[in-house]
């Protein structure tokens, strides 16, 4: 998998390319992603600077709740950006890059099921 993070105007755009590995059990999925030495082919040149992620998700089913299945996710992650970026850059970038745990609590909230 290739993704380009856009940055502000003076920086070169941030490129991580990564692996990702499924694996499942009784009960539990398990997604693990670290680099790969990759060139992708996007169409066209980019000037980018390769950045480095590497992590895990753990999705454990959890007991049945108020009629509603349950489960708890765990994220660890862990980023190098490559490079030097400013430090208001990446207070700026930070809440966007986590935006992926809120778009997973509000996709599968079911508060107005459960008391």
């Known amino acids: 998998f290739a993704t380009v993070k856009k940055m502000p105007f003076m920086l070169d755009n941030r490129e991580f390319v990564f692996r990702q590995i499924w694996s499942t059990e009784e009960g539990k ?11 992708a082919d996007y169409g066209a040149v980019l000037r980018t600077t390769r950045g480095f992620t590497r992590g895990f998700w753990v ?3 959890l007991p049945t709740r ?3 299945k349950q489960c708890r996710v ?3 992650n862990q980023v190098d950006v490559g490079g030097s970026i400013p430090t208001w850059v990446m207070d700026k970038k930070m809440p966007e890059a986590l ?8 996709e599968f909230r079911q508060d107005d099921r459960i008391d």
Do not use: L, N
Not at 99 to 106: C, F, G, L, R, W
């Open 74 to 76: 765990t994220f660890v």
């Open 59 to 61: 999705i454990e089913d």
């Open 99 to 106: 935006s992926i745990v809120q778009e997973a609590i509000d």
């Open 29 to 39: 999925s398990f997604v693990a992603f670290e680099p790969v030495d990759f060139e």
């Open 66 to 68: 108020g009629g509603a």
